[in-house]
C-alpha cells in the first residue's frame, strides 16, 4: 500500500498521466524552429487518440505552409488540424465533446490565447501548446513565456546547431527584417546554438551562404 502511494507520488511528479478524473491542464512545447515542437505536439495527440480520448488539433492562419487544414512538421509529419484566424476562434470551432485541445504555433495567436487556454483548461480540458519562445532577437516571445507560467507542464525542446552542431535554442533568421513576425522555413531560418546566435540582421556573408538554399525550398511557416 505503502509502495504504491509512493509510486503514485513519483509518477504524478514527473507526468500528467496520472491526472484521475476530468480535470484539465495546460501542457507547453516550446523551443526553436527544427526542433521538433509541431512533431512532439502531434505524438502527445496520436497518444491522446490510443488512450480513447477525442482530440482536436488547431493552428492560425498565418502559417501558411504546406496546408490550410493539417498540422505539418518540418520533416512532412501531418495531422489533421482546424485553422484558426484567433484564440476566440479555437473556442467557436471547438467540438465540445473534445477532451484533448492541441494548438500549433501558439506564438502568432496573441496574449488573448492566455487565457483562451486557462479557460478551456478549467472546463477540463487537456491544452496541449507548442510554439517558439524566443523570438528572432532571442527575445521572450508573447504569449508563449506567460503560458508557461500557467502551465502544468513544460518540455523544452531543442534543435542542431547548423553551424557546430551543438544543442540549439535559438532561432537564427537569414533575411533581412526588423519585422517581429516574418514566415518562413529552411532558407529564411535556422537553428543556432548560443554560441553561434548572431541576433538582428545578418551579415552579408551569411546571406550568401543562405542563398542557395533560399532558391531551394518551397515551404514557409514557423
Ligand atoms: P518545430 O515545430 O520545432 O519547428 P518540427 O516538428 O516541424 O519542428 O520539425 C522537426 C524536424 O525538423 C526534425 O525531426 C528534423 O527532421 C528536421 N530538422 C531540420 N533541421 C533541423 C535542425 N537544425 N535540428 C533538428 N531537426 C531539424
Ligand atoms: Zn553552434
Known sequence: MRLRLVNMMLRS???????????????????????????????????????????????????????????????????????????ADIVKVLDWRTQVVGIDEANFLGSELVEIANQLADSGKQVILAGL????????????????????????????CMRCGNPAKHTQRLVESDDLIVVGAAGMYEARCRRCFEPGIPKQEYLEFARPRISGTGGDGG
Open 133 to 160: 519562445d524566443t523570438d528572432y532577437m532571442g527575445r521572450p516571445f508573447s504569449p508563449v513565456p506567460d503560458l508557461l507560467a500557467f502551465a502544468e507542464s513544460i518540455t523544452k525542446t531543442l534543435a542542431i
Open 13 to 87: 511528479k514527473f507526468s500528467m498521466e496520472f491526472v484521475a478524473g476530468n480535470m484539465g491542464w495546460i501542457e507547453v512545447i516550446c523551443g526553436p524552429m527544427f526542433s521538433g515542437k509541431s512533431e512532439e505536439l502531434m505524438r502527445r495527440l496520436r497518444r491522446a487518440v490510443i488512450a480513447r480520448k477525442r482530440g482536436q488539433g488547431f493552428r492560425p492562419v498565418i502559417d501558411n505552409r504546406y496546408s490550410h487544414n493539417e498540422i505539418v512538421s518540418h520533416s512532412d509529419i501531418r495531422m489533421r488540424s482546424e485553422t484558426v484566424n484567433s484564440a
